[in-house]
């Protein structure tokens, strides 16, 4: 998601973390299915600190280039998608492809 970003405006990156990250969302998945819930998290952990290296990456090379956008949707979402945390009130990214989807709550509103 956010080395999308920088492919699309030609920002080289340090490291897009494209097959290693996939392997490691397989892995939380696969011990989470497992109720291996510490191995899952563990796994998770990992994914966060990829992809917020990622974001750091494209940060500093946009800094060094002011004729690009600053901020982009993109952004925004793969920065929420970082800092958010299980049974956190308030928005949360449930879709990457689809980020207005909200989370019916057994038919209840969500509340702000």
Not at 54 to 70: C, F, H, M, S, Y
Not at 90 to 106: D, F, M, T
Request: positive net charge; proline residues 4%; contains cysteine.
């Amino acid at each position: 998601m956010a080395g999308e970003v920088g492919q699309k405006s030609g920002i080289g990156l340090r490291q897009s973390y494209a097959r290693v990250g996939k392997f490691a969302l397989i892995k939380h998945q696969r011990y989470a299915h497992a109720k291996q819930s510490k191995r899952a998290n563990r796994a998770l952990k990992r994914l966060r600190t990829m992809l917020g290296a990622v974001i750091r990456d494209i940060t500093r090379k946009l800094a060094g280039q002011p004729e690009l956008p600053r901020s982009s949707p993109c952004r925004w979402l793969a920065r929420r998608v970082r800092d958010q945390r299980q049974r956190e009130r308030g928005r949360k990214v449930y879709s990457l492809h689809a980020p207005e989807v909200e989370c019916i709550g057994k038919g209840r509103p969500t509340s702000l």
